[in-house]
Structures are given as structure tokens and as C-alpha cells.
């Protein structure tokens, strides 16, 4: 069986049916040629069944979706950090339960213990060094003041962690 000849009506036909966002497939199926002679014919057109119509915008929608979400993470982090900053030089109240009748006793302190304190600056710590990753995984987050004034948040939480160690004596 011999191949039928290609025809200036196939390759008008392939030019009308990729105008209209046909796959390579649809139009081989609706002019009775191979997905092979499609390609051709489209190649020597200068046509493209490149994947960019529904899937590149899909793809763009997930893309958007996920920098939504980092940037919104990015503010929690953030906020949460400062919540915990603010606990650790508030009172707290310290208790526990003990002794042979497993008694409650509580006291209130100007501030947290040390070891509280270390907890607590290491809890910064990782919420800060998050928001500073989905920072620079974005790069178009924030700018040079704020990623400065994270780093330096940084620097003084790991002192204030090392003060904390050295005065408990962990």
C-alpha cells in the first residue's frame, strides 16, 4: 500500500485546524493522516504543538499559587517571631505540680527563666530562618533593609541563646 501524495489541501487544512488549537492528533485524525505527517507538514508551515495554551496557563496559576502562599508564610514566620520576642521579656508564670499530695504551686516572675528564654530565642531563631529562605527563594521579597534587619534579629538571638547557655551553665 502506497502513501497518498500530500496535497496543498492537507497542508491548508493542518494551517485552519492548528489555528483553531487542535492537537497534532485531532488534526491527523480529522484529515486521515499519521500524527507524523502532521508534524511535518506543521514543521514546513512554521507551526508549534508546543504545550503552551491551557497547560502553560495552568502551570503560571500553580506557580502564582505557590508564591502566594511562601509570601503569606513568610508574614506568619515574621509575626509569630515577634510574638515570641515580646514573651521573652514579659512575666511568666512559672509552675509545677509535686510533693507527696502532687500539689500545685505557681509563681509569677518579671521574666521567663533562662532556659525558657533559650527556648524561646531558638523558636525565633527558626521562624526567623524561614522567613529569611522564603525570602531569598522568591528573591523579589523584600528588600536589602529587611533582609538586614532579619539577619541582624539572627545574630542577636544567637547571642542572647549563648548569654542564656553561659548564665545557666548549659
Given at each position: 500500500m502506497?502513501?497518498?501524495?500530500?496535497?496543498?489541501?492537507?497542508?491548508?487544512?493542518?494551517?485552519?485546524?492548528?489555528?483553531?488549537?487542535?492537537?497534532r492528533n485531532e488534526i491527523g485524525r480529522t484529515i486521515g493522516r499519521s500524527g507524523r505527517t502532521i508534524s511535518r507538514l506543521a514543521q514546513e508551515l512554521g507551526l508549534s504543538f508546543e504545550r503552551s495554551g491551557a497547560t502553560a496557563k495552568a502551570t503560571e496559576a500553580r506557580k502564582a499559587d505557590g508564591a502566594a502562599r511562601r509570601a503569606q508564610l513568610h508574614v506568619?514566620?515574621?509575626?509569630?517571631?515577634?510574638?515570641?520576642?515580646?514573651?521573652?521579656?514579659?512575666?511568666?508564670?512559672?509552675?509545677?505540680?509535686g510533693g507527696r499530695e502532687n500539689d500545685y504551686n505557681s509563681t509569677m516572675l518579671e521574666e521567663p527563666p533562662f532556659a525558657d528564654?533559650?527556648?524561646?530565642?531558638?523558636?525565633?531563631?527558626?521562624?526567623?530562618?524561614?522567613?529569611?529562605?522564603?525570602?531569598?527563594?522568591?528573591?523579589?521579597?523584600?528588600?536589602?533593609?529587611?533582609?538586614?534587619?532579619?539577619?541582624?534579629?539572627?545574630d542577636q538571638l544567637r547571642a542572647a541563646r549563648d548569654q542564656a547557655r553561659f548564665t545557666d551553665g548549659g
Open positions: 502506497t502513501a497518498r501524495p500530500v496535497t496543498q489541501a492537507d497542508y491548508d487544512r493542518v494551517r485552519e485546524l492548528h489555528g483553531q488549537g487542535l492537537s506568619d514566620a515574621l509575626q509569630a517571631a515577634q510574638k515570641l520576642m515580646a514573651q521573652m521579656f514579659a512575666p511568666a508564670l512559672v509552675y509545677n505540680f528564654k533559650r527556648n524561646i530565642a531558638n523558636a525565633i531563631q527558626a521562624l526567623a530562618g524561614t522567613a529569611l529562605k522564603l525570602a531569598e527563594y522568591d528573591k523579589a521579597a523584600g528588600s536589602d533593609d529587611e533582609k538586614g534587619m532579619l539577619l541582624e534579629l539572627r
